[in-house]
């Protein structure tokens, strides 16, 4: 069975600092997705990043990028810059085969002003 | 576009009581997923439904829990009866159909916050 592991409970950075949230997964599929979610305290779960298991370059959106290393089974997110805004839970999430998301239990990040 | 909606947002119940939860997800989408949200704990899927047939229930308290969707929009959500361990945010999702090449992208409801006292 597929598990998704997060290791930082939780973690704070500094406004305008960078932040690396940790995440490693175990599966015995090689095609499959992994995702990071981000969910605001008290709203809903929103998509950060997504990548494809089969693509080596490793995804970007703006200040989020990933460190997707397929060997190790780890799937680190980057948060440059950081934001107020980006004070939230963040969960890791994998889908294979059968189409279902399976989630971390989620890293707290706080971002100090 | 108009976001997936839950309702309601809160609900407090005592044990033994049954209770329902709501989803109308995107427009179009055609798979939409139920998940239960312990506090402290990630989601986990208790349902997958693809247009209005499961494709996935085999998280799903079936002794106590039940969900359908009728004419593959909305979906219900039935616990009866409650537990205190069913105390939990229960989250709706869907998403678009599979030839849209988006298939996997999940979009979220508010979802619903459930006590059992």
């Known amino acids: 069975a597929q598990t998704v592991t997060q290791s930082q409970p939780e973690m704070s950075v500094q406004e305008a600092e960078t932040v690396t949230l940790s995440c490693t997964y175990d599966?015995?599929?090689?095609?499959?997705?992994l995702f990071w979610y981000k969910q605001p305290p008290s709203r809903q779960m929103i998509l950060v990043i997504r990548?494809?298991?089969?693509?080596?370059q490793n995804a970007t959106e703006n200040r989020f990028s990933v460190n997707f290393q397929k060997a190790a089974k780890s799937f680190s997110l980057k948060i440059s810059d950081s934001q107020l805004g980006d004070t939230a839970m963040y969960f890791c999430?994998?889908?294979?085969?059968?189409?279902?998301?399976?989630f971390g239990k989620g890293t707290k990040l706080s971002v100090k002003p | 576009e108009a976001g997936v909606a839950q309702s309601p947002r809160y609900k407090i119940i005592e044990k033994r009581q049954s209770v329902a939860f709501w989803c109308n997800p995107i427009?179009?989408?055609?798979?939409l997923y139920w998940y239960q949200q312990i506090l402290g704990q990630g989601p986990k899927l208790l349902i997958q439904?693809?247009?209005?047939?499961?494709?996935?229930d085999s998280q799903l308290p079936k002794d106590r829990f039940s969900a359908e969707r009728l004419k593959g929009v909305d979906s219900t959500l039935k616990i009866q009866p409650a537990k205190l361990e069913d105390s939990a945010v229960y989250l709706c999702?869907?998403?678009?159909?599979?030839?849209?090449?988006?298939?996997?992208?999940?979009?979220f409801g508010p979802g619903t916050r459930l006590t059992v006292l």
């Open positions: 999702a869907s998403s678009e159909p599979w030839t849209s090449g988006r298939e996997n992208e999940q979009f």
């Open positions: 599966t015995s599929e090689n095609n499959y997705y």
């Open positions: 990548q494809e298991a089969y693509k080596q």
């Open positions: 999430a994998f889908e294979g085969s059968q189409g279902n998301l399976i």
């Open positions: 427009s179009g989408h055609a798979t």
């Open positions: 439904f693809q247009n209005n047939g499961v494709v996935d």
